[in-house]
């Protein structure tokens, strides 16, 4: 359960979708001059070099990050994005969420980061302080559980486990509806792939048991609790193809704020072009439960 390194991963197009959603929520929090929570559920090393040896291995940046900096974008989420994340590639560096949110948080917020991975609690560690971060070795799931409702009452949970085990998706699923039922005014961010299915030598590989069929699955189960609202946006840069991998990604969003369809789907609008490797890149925005 330790094989999960996200250093493997950082800057991938997943990551786009997730790391703007990530400030754009943020961002509405800070509307309001009252405090609020940041929790991370999974929130790896906090900044990953993009010259290490993970990273070079898989070279995923080249397909999220690196398409979107040579471009001038007018939408003003996707500028605030990568003037951020820019700062960082100067150093061969990308950040992660929990960096990401530290970077944008004020004296009267919180930051509640959470990391089961030994040694990427203490790269966490290592990579993030400050007065109002706390950061806890323990497993995301069971931690969100216990420390919620926060003492401050708005807040944001962004939770994106590895999704290697299946056992994840069920999970997800049951914390969200435990969690939910504690603090019902939190806005919950939740990350998923899509994985296309892979060809197989022996009889069917039935969808219900692959990771596409358990992402959407997952929110199947979701659309139907019974939540204020329900958000779900979805960025596929590729068509799915037999050969397997992730083609894209999605956040369903519970508790989404006033016009962040809008936002995000304007959003994505002018950076999908830039992201697609192929004529089947597309997104999608669409409320599943709407208030």
């Known amino acids: 359960m330790f094989s999960y390194r ?10 786009v979708l997730k790391h703007i959603c990530q400030m754009m929520l ?5 509307d309001k001059d009252k405090g609020f929570e940041y929790i991370d559920t999974h929130s790896g ?3 990953y070099n993009l010259q290490s040896q993970e990273a070079l291995k898989t070279q995923e940046f080249k397909q999220g990050i690196d398409c979107l900096t040579p471009h001038a974008i007018n939408n003003a989420e996707a500028n605030q994005y990568l003037e951020l994340v820019t700062a960082y590639q100067k150093f061969n ?3 992660g969420s929990p960096e990401i949110a530290k970077s944008m948080v004020r004296a009267q917020d919180k930051l509640t980061l959470m990391e089961w991975h030994p040694q990427e609690v203490k790269n966490l560690k290592h990579n993030l302080n400050g007065r109002n971060i706390s950061i806890h070795h323990r497993d995301g799931f069971e931690g969100l559980v216990a420390m919620t409702p926060p003492a401050l009452k708005r807040g944001l949970v962004l939770i994106d486990p590895p999704y290697e085990l299946e056992s994840e998706y069920q999970q997800v699923y049951e914390t969200i509806c ?3 039922k504690r603090w019902s005014t939190g806005i919950f961010a939740i990350w998923y792939p ?7 030598d022996e009889g069917s590989f039935s969808s219900t048991n692959s990771k596409l069929g358990k992402s959407q699955n997952l ?14 946006v979805e960025l596929c840069v590729t068509s799915p193809s037999r050969s397997g991998g992730m083609y894209g990604s999605g956040i369903a969003i519970i508790n989404a704020p006033w016009q962040f369809d809008i936002n995000i789907g304007e959003c994505l609008q002018d950076i999908m072009p830039l992201l697609a490797q192929d004529s089947g890149a597309t997104f999608n925005v669409e409320w599943l439960i709407q208030s």
């Open 93 to 95: 560096q990308y950040p």
């Open 6 to 15: 996200h250093s493997f991963h950082a800057g991938n197009h997943g990551d």
């Open 26 to 30: 943020i961002n509405k929090l800070k």
């Open 194 to 200: 899509l994985i296309s299915e892979r060809e197989v």
């Open 219 to 232: 929110i199947t189960q979701l659309s139907q609790q019974p939540f204020k609202n329900l958000l779900n």
């Open 45 to 47: 090393a906090g900044i």
């Open 178 to 180: 435990k969690v939910y």
